[in-house]
């Protein structure tokens, strides 16, 4: 319960005070009102003691009383009206409010620091950081009191304003005070009318209120005298005959108006009494007072009721006083059945208007300080001389009456002593007792005199003697079972217990228990329950009984008890704010009962229509709630402070409120969502109008995910327009890839490198067209005039309703490079300023229920200048919900993109605020938090730069493994701006080709290449022989030493793109060798003709998709012919077998392959002609069938630089194989072989044992091995398409770089996969390890140098054996059959060769029993030495004994080189067998 400045003892001595009527005559009321004051306000600060009194009870005793108060009121004979009381504790409470500047009130319990004030309302809302920084005057203590004046108020003004009833005598006159002025003609004939009148007014059966203590009232004359215009003699000697008349102790002379109200005030007098008039007001609505709240009149009334009951235009008998109504008497046309707080208290503009208007009204203009000290002196008179004498005097006859009717003993105060230490009879529980409620006591009757005498003794602070005859009362009240009575002696006697001094017995709870539950329950009156709640609690409370005082108040705050026909809220909500109190004030706080009850009490207030304490109780229980993942307590506390922030007029604070439910995760129902976003668009539309011209607030929906913001700069791209396809380039549709950013980063670099002669860019930047959370923003981006600038805005719907957006666009602020404005800022532009910025609005945007989607937003410069994107603008609204309109339903409309509005829609703004990354480079910033810039929104205009666009025609989406197509790219610049040095760079360059320097650019449409060969051709008749010999140079093909294959020129007429100008160009693609998917990046890079500063020059992307299937795979193998020399005596020729299968599986419909040309090329040999045993020259390969070719090969006699390209046709059209594209192709292939290459180098430098590098000596053995002959085999598919027969062409190349090594027409890994199948591939896979392992090795410095593997040396010596194929021979006439065999040894190296040549068999018995056995005659070894490049010869014998077959391939020949130790045996005669065949004749 909340604390209050008063204690409790207190609190209860101000509650009960002897009450003391006033009657006035009109002359003297003329007096005071010159103070503009009443009598009965005129005394009001001076009614409390400040000196002790004495006086002694019925034994005699002398008894103190302290701080005495006593209560003057004038005579309303008229009880108050329920309607009337309920209106004056509501305005009470509505008048009362937190003071503003007060030191804030904080109440610490366990985690929480709670702000219990009026700075809560401001404190504790949502919208604020951190509340705890707006907490002031915190001290050391750990608990601060918390006071709630509009409760004490009210609390004050509901004692004081309960009617008199008969079963109590608190409320009661107990005397009454006749006031006369001295400037009356007959004052003591007035005072006779105004004693008869009192008599009147008490004894009469016409007045049944006030009600009396007494039939023997004490009447008190006072004469008031009017210092400033009355005769003091007469005043005097009208005083001197009142004395003799009523005695001195029964008058007064009370002299005021010392000073006259035309005085100046000169001296600052005090004005003790507008603390008290600030509370009558409420109760009295008089017309020239000022007070902080007015009734607004029926059009019915013609007056107030004024401040003391008394009407001017109703006199009888020179009487002023009308008895009929009462101040809290209401107008008759009121509707008093009813009261919700808004039928009188109306917060219009006219009535604050008004009060400002008003000024204030001062009181005690006439008084002086000395008048001030005689109106004191006249109360402390009249309490010592008449009230308390007459009180004495009362209990003495009341306790004397009660003594000779009850006979007892000469003290009551003594018999209650035996009565308490006797035997007690059992008291009867409240359920056992009937409903005698409505039982009365005549008013002689003893029981009622000992209530009497208890109620004065209790005013006279008398409590001990109070509570015996309490006690006493309450036993007789609960045999006669009058329940009303016994309740009210046991509420009193439970105060008297507490306020006994000494404290001799302790509180009786159970006594105020037992009132409240008989009040309630039994009499049915809750005016008395309520009265005795509020005592009680102030007493458990000053005891630290919080919790019982809490349960005591909740009890009487139920909706079901109602109190004079309807629900008392007011009365409820306050009681429940002070449990909530008395929860937080405890030894161990309990603060969630706090915010539970604070929040039942807003609840109630809300609906008492105490709009400001409801908000302030839901601020302070949002103290409680706020950040404990509670969300559905905290949108019920949002919406309501939101709602009644909007009835009080504070429109920031509810748009705050309902924007805290709107951003946080809301797990209401979408009906309840939508309902907080209509009040919150409907509150955010009334704030929007009240200031339309000023700046755009912020909204809170939909989320902006702002890291997610995208920026593109550049056109969309162009769709496709039938066999006609744009660059991809870049757009917003595609997603970001870390490894492809990285991949054109390089190929930029690379190009750039290439147009800058090989020149490498120090701290290179790559252009950047679209911008995201994952790029490089550190740097301002670059947008170039004319060309828009798209900025994709991730929205996201965090609610159940969808949110439509209208009139979306962006918001930005520029400032032009070439000018700045007068004062020096650029202006922040929205719908101005077209001529320097273009921006697109989109008309509507619809973002369903909890959808995250994305806006595109365009802004066209059209200057050159500095941009800043600073958010986006749009009106917020909902769409009418699930409701069928015209009988169409909604979701249709939603298609359409025509969505209906329910007409509530605000216009606001979101900003685009993107932090940067971390930094975490230096030490600095690894031990702080810093973040680095993000420049993405803030792009720099550049002037005019050309823009290229790329279309390809034709371009094929499937190809076969090494098809060659031929397409055309058209090349148009759509800027007013010329372009130059076009260039494509691609990490595949065997892909595509332009051509080369001579190659033939017609046709020049695509339209009338359809039919044509992608190949230059010429007719031939030959067949199987070498038709065309030519010599080129690779760099005609771009494969010179000095240039980057990478990088292709783009063969551009004249090397410029004019504005608006487009050209057509061929371009040949070549299938990859790999099938599958595959995807090929181009990237065009072009320059502008004039240099610009900021931007060098331009890229445009393109990521072509191919999808390759099977055609062809080759495998070549060479060897050393076994014929030493050719036609023309030459010994260098060598034999290609070519192995061509057709591995297609016929998915792209092809039937069949045709071998049409085989080409070679290579520095130092060419194909000279094909050993075809078949007659049919075509060769046709089915699926899955293989060919095989055996080409001869010569050695070239001219100069090495060149290369020599040889064709062997297998049809009628010879394909010019050194020509583009064919070798285009070729040398690109052959690049991306030797990029491969040093990987196979050194796997083949892993092969020998010590893994040494190789001497000179070995090197000139592996030359002799090595071929760099390179083998292009062309073909033709048919395939069948849409019932047409296409002609498809390709060509495969196969590099053979030494004698007998296999080569592949496919990377090697992959083509053992399918030749030789996954098991033996797998077991080539194991060995690979084990050579990688050797590099680990280090070899010693003193070993001798690796010898190379012996299929190399093996190479040194060429062996061939010449005999007749057949020999006749007659065994019968001669057993020994001798022929002559002559052995040619030809030396293949540039240095001597020792040969050893060893003719003992070495023949297994499978070669014996095939080929049988003959015998070499002679010598069976021969050494001899052979000159480099020598050829030579040894004559043999072979000895036959039987005819047969037999192979005389037998001698193993041996050689080293001359500066050599090891010998090794060569393989030649191993290669092909030489069979002889002996005949008998």
Same mark, same amino acid.
């Given at each position: 319960? *909340? ?7 207190e609190? =209860? ?9 006033a009657?006035c ?19 009001k ?12 009870d ?9 701080n ?22 509501s305005d009470? /409470? ?12 904080v ?5 929480y ?7 809560s ?13 707006t =907490?002031m ?39 009454c ?16 009318k ?22 023997n ?9 009017d ?7 007469? *005043?005097?000697? &009208? ?8 005695g ?19 001296e600052?007098i005090p ?8 509370? @009558? ?17 029926n059009k ?5 009721i004024?401040l ?19 101040? =809290? ?8 059945g009813c ?12 009535f604050?208007?008004s009060?400002k208007?008003?000024?204030w ?14 109106i004191?002196?006249?109360i402390?008179?009249?309490t ?17 009456q009660?003594?000779?009717r ?17 035997s007690?009879?059992?008291?009867k ?5 009937k ?14 005199q000992i ?18 005859c ?17 309740? %009210?002696?046991?509420?009193m006697?439970?105060?008297s ?14 006594y105020?228990?037992?009132?409240i ?9 809750m005016?008395l329950?309520?009265r005795c ?19 005591l ?23 429940l ?6 929860y ?7 603060v ?5 009850y ?14 400001k ?12 709630y ?8 905290e ?25 805290h439910i ?13 309902a907080?976003?209509?009040?919150y ?21 939909p ?5 997610a913001?995208? &920026? ?53 930047q790559?252009?950047q067209?679209?911008?995201?959370k994952?790029?490089?923003?550190s ?5 170039v005039?004319e ?9 996201? @719907?965090?609610?159940?309703v ?17 000018f ?7 202006k ?8 320097m910025i273009g ?9 369903n229920?909890?959808?995250t989607?994305?806006a595109?937003l365009k ?25 069928v ?7 249709? %409309? ?20 993107i932090?940067?990354? +971390?930094l975490?480079n ?8 810093k ?14 730069m050309?823009?290229?666009e ?13 098809e ?18 076009v260039?494509?760079?691609s990490k595949r ?23 044509c ?20 140079a ?5 494969g ?7 990088v ?5 007429p ?11 160009l ?17 990237l065009?890079?072009y ?11 331009r ?11 099977r ?10 012919s076994?014929?030493?020399e ?26 069949e ?17 094909s050993?075809?045993l ?10 899955r ?8 090969a010569v +050695?070239c ?13 297998f ?48 090197r ?6 090595? &071929?760099?002959?390179n ?11 849409? @019932? ?11 590099? =053979? ?10 990377p090697q890994k992959?083509?053992f ?8 591939w797998?077991?080539l896979?194991?060995?690979s ?18 010898r ?8 040194l010596?060429?062996t ?6 057949t ?27 020792? /040969? ?8 297994s ?19 001899l ?9 040894l ?6 004994v ?40």
């Amino acid at each position: 319960m *909340a604390q209050r400045v008063q204690s409790a003892q207190e609190f =209860l001595q101000d509650s009960f005070v002897p009450l003391v009527a006033a009657l006035c005559s009109e002359e003297a009321e003329r007096l005071t009102r010159k103070n503009n004051l009443g009598f009965c306000e005129l005394v009001k600060p001076f009614c409390r003691l400040t000196s002790e009194v004495h006086m002694r009870d019925p034994n005699n005793q002398l008894h103190i009383i302290k701080n005495l108060k006593i209560a003057v009121n004038n005579i309303i004979t008229q009880p108050p009206q329920p309607g009337a009381i309920r209106k004056l504790l509501s305005d009470v /409470v509505t008048v009362s409010q937190p003071a503003e500047g007060l030191v804030t009130n904080v109440i610490t319990a366990g985690d929480y620091d709670l702000n219990i004030s009026d700075r809560s309302v401001k404190a504790s809302v949502p919208w604020y950081s951190s509340w705890k920084d707006t =907490l002031m005057g915190l001290n050391t203590s750990t608990c601060y009191s918390a006071t709630t004046p509009w409760f004490e108020a009210y609390r004050e003004s509901f004692l004081q304003s309960m009617p008199a009833s008969d079963h109590e005598f608190l409320n009661h006159y107990v005397a009454c005070m006749l006031v006369v002025s001295s400037n009356e003609p007959e004052p003591v004939e007035q005072f006779l009318k105004l004693s008869q009148e009192q008599h009147r007014i008490q004894h009469s059966n016409e007045y049944s209120y006030p009600k009396w203590f007494i039939p023997n009232t004490l009447k008190y004359y006072v004469l008031l005298h009017d210092v400033s215009v009355g005769e003091e003699q007469r *005043a005097d000697s &009208v005083y001197e005959e009142m004395k003799q008349r009523y005695g001195t102790q029964g008058c007064y002379l009370l002299k005021i108006n010392s000073r006259g109200s035309n005085r100046g005030t000169d001296e600052q007098i005090p004005d003790p009494w507008s603390q008290y008039l600030q509370k @009558n007001i409420i109760q009295n609505q008089e017309p020239y007072e000022d007070g902080p709240c007015t009734e607004i009149p029926n059009k019915h009334s013609d007056h107030f009721i004024p401040l003391d009951g008394l009407n001017n235009d109703s006199k009888a008998d020179g009487l002023s006083n009308n008895f009929k109504t009462h101040p =809290l008497q209401l107008e008759h046309t009121s509707n008093s059945g009813c009261f919700d707080g808004t039928d009188y208290v109306k917060p219009n503009p006219s009535f604050h208007e008004s009060k400002k208007s008003n000024t204030w009204t001062p009181h005690g203009i006439c008084l002086t300080l000395t008048d001030h000290d005689r109106i004191r002196q006249f109360i402390q008179e009249f309490t010592f001389r008449g009230l308390l004498p007459h009180i004495e005097k009362t209990i003495r006859q009341l306790n004397d009456q009660l003594i000779s009717r009850k006979g007892l003993s000469r003290s009551l105060f003594s018999a209650t002593k035996k009565w308490f230490s006797g035997s007690k009879v059992p008291e009867k529980s409240v359920n056992e007792l009937k409903s005698t409620s409505g039982l009365l006591y005549p008013p002689e009757a003893p029981e009622l005199q000992i209530r009497k005498m208890a109620d004065l003794c209790f005013l006279v602070q008398h409590y001990e003697l109070a509570y015996s005859c309490y006690h006493t009362a309450k036993k007789d009240f609960l045999n006669d079972q009058a329940m009303l009575y016994a309740a %009210g002696a046991l509420e009193m006697a439970a105060v008297s217990a507490f306020l006994q001094p000494g404290a001799p017995r302790p509180y009786p709870a159970h006594y105020m228990d037992t009132a409240i539950q008989t009040y309630r329950d039994i009499c049915k009156n809750m005016l008395l329950a309520e009265r005795c709640v509020l005592l009680s609690a102030e007493i458990l409370k000053s005891q630290s009984k919080y919790s019982e005082a809490a349960s005591l108040l909740i009890r009487l705050t139920s909706e079901q008890n109602a109190w004079m026909g309807m629900d008392l809220d007011l009365r409820s909500a306050l009681l429940l704010e002070q449990s909530a109190h008395c929860y937080i004030n405890m030894k161990s706080p309990m603060v969630r009962k706090f915010a539970f009850y604070m929040i039942l009490a807003g609840h109630r207030y809300s609906k008492a229509g105490q709009k400001k304490h409801a908000l302030r109780c839901y601020c302070q229980a949002m103290q409680v709630y706020k950040g404990k993942g509670w969300s559905l307590a905290e949108d019920h506390i949002n919406f309501t402070i939101g709602r009644q922030s909007f009835t009080l007029q504070q429109l920031d604070n509810a748009i705050s409120a309902f924007r805290h439910i709107l951003i946080n995760d809301s797990k209401q129902t979408a009906a309840q969502q939508g309902a907080f976003l209509r009040e919150y668009l409907y509150v955010y539309r009334n704030v929007s109008q009240l200031s339309p011209d000023g700046p755009l607030p912020q909204l809170p929906l939909p989320y902006i995910n702002s890291s997610a913001t995208r &920026v593109f700069f550049g056109h969309d791209r162009r769709p496709a327009e039938g066999e006609k396809q744009a660059a991809t380039h870049i757009s917003l549709d595609q997603e970001y890839d870390s490894d492809f950013s990285q991949q054109w980063k390089e190929l930029e670099e690379q190009v750039v490198s290439a147009a800058n002669k090989g020149t490498t860019i120090p701290n290179f930047q790559p252009t950047q067209y679209c911008l995201n959370k994952y790029s490089d923003n550190s740097r301002f981006p670059l947008g170039v005039v004319e060309e828009p600038i798209t900025v994709e805005v991730a929205f996201r @719907n965090p609610l159940k309703v969808p949110l439509l957006l209208t009139d979306l666009s962006l918001l930005w602020k520029f400032q032009p490079k070439d000018f700045i404005s007068k004062n020096g800022q650029a202006k922040e532009l929205e719908t101005c300023g077209k001529d320097m910025i273009g921006a697109e609005v989109i008309s509507e945007f619809l973002i369903n229920s909890e959808e995250t989607k994305m806006a595109r937003l365009k802004l066209f410069p059209h200057q050159t200048g500095e941009l800043h994107i600073l958010g986006v603008a749009y009106n917020l609204g909902t769409i009418q919900g699930t409701t069928v309109l015209d009988g169409i339903d909604p979701s249709v %409309g939603l298609q359409t993109g025509k969505y209906l509005s329910n007409g509530m829609s605000v216009r606001g703004r979101q900003d685009l605020e993107i932090q940067g990354p +971390r930094l975490n480079n230096t030490k600095e910033e690894k031990t702080a938090i810093k973040y680095g810039p993000d420049r993405r929104l803030d792009p720099i205009i550049t002037e005019e730069m050309p823009l290229l666009e790329v279309f390809f025609i034709n371009f094929p989406t499937g190809l076969l493994c090494g098809e060659i197509r031929k397409t055309y790219v058209e090349f148009v610049n759509v800027s007013k701006c010329p372009l130059t040095g076009v260039k494509v760079v691609s990490k595949r360059p065997e892909f595509f080709t332009f051509g080369g320097s001579n190659a033939i650019l017609t046709p020049l449409s695509p339209s009338a290449s359809e039919h044509c060969s992608a190949y230059k051709t010429v007719v031939t008749h030959s067949t199987s022989v070498c038709s065309l010999v030519s010599s080129v140079a690779s760099s005609d093909f771009g494969g010179g030493s000095g240039n980057q294959p990478e990088v292709v020129d783009v063969p551009l007429p004249d090397s410029v793109l004019l504005p608006g100008a487009s050209v057509h160009l061929p371009m040949w693609l070549r299938g990859p060798d790999e099938e599958g998917v595959h995807e090929i990046n181009f990237l065009f890079y072009y320059e502008s003709i004039r240099k610009h500063s900021k931007l060098c020059h331009r890229v445009l992307r393109h990521t072509a998709v191919i999808c390759t299937s099977r055609s062809l795979t080759v495998q070549a193998t060479v060897f050393r012919s076994n014929a030493l020399e050719d036609e023309k005596g030459e010994g260098d020729n060598m034999l290609v077998f070519v192995d061509v299968e057709n591995i297609n599986t016929s998915e792209a419909g092809v039937k069949e392959f045709h071998i049409v040309q085989v080409s070679s090329n290579s520095k130092n040999w060419k194909l000279k002609e094909s050993i075809n045993l078949s007659e049919d020259k075509d060769i046709k390969l089915a699926n899955r069938e293989k060919g095989k070719l055996c080409l001869k090969a010569v +050695r070239c006699k001219h100069s090495a630089e060149h290369f020599t390209f040889a064709d062997i046709v297998f049809g009628t059209e010879q394909i010019i194989s050194s020509t583009s594209p064919c070798a285009d192709f070729f040398f690109r292939s052959l690049h991306s072989e030797l990029k491969r290459s040093p990987t196979q180098q050194n796997m083949n430098t892993l092969q020998g044992p010590g893994k040494q590098s190789l001497d000179d000596a070995g090197r000139l053995i592996l030359k002799c091995s090595e &071929v760099d002959l390179n083998i292009i085999v062309l073909w033709k598919a048919y395939v069948v398409e849409d @019932n047409k027969q296409l002609i498809l062409e390709g060509q495969h190349h196969v590099v =053979l770089h030494a004698v007998g090594n296999e080569a592949f027409s496919f990377p090697q890994k992959q083509g053992f996969k399918k030749v030789l199948g996954n098991s033996d591939w797998e077991d080539l896979e194991q060995e690979s390890p084990e050579i990688g392992l050797l590099n680990f090795f280090r070899p010693d410095s003193t070993s001798v140098p690796a010898r190379p593997p012996s299929d190399q040396l093996s190479n040194l010596i060429k062996t061939r054996l010449h005999y007749p194929e057949t020999f006749d021979h007659s065994f019968h006439q001669e057993s020994l059959c001798i022929v002559p065999v002559t052995l040619l040894l030809s030396n293949c190296s540039q240095t001597d060769v020792d /040969v050893i040549i060893d003719l003992r068999h070495k023949a297994s018995a499978e070669t014996l029993e095939i080929h049988g056995s003959f015998t070499w005659l002679g010598k069976t070894q021969y050494k001899l030495q052979v000159k480099s490049q020598e050829v030579c010869t040894l004559q043999l014998k072979a000895c036959f004994v039987r005819t047969g077959v037999y192979n005389l391939g037998t001698p193993r020949v041996f050689a080293k080189l001359s500066d050599q130790v090891t010998l090794f045996e060569t393989s030649q005669q191993n290669s092909m067998p030489a069979l002889i065949i002996i005949n008998n004749i």
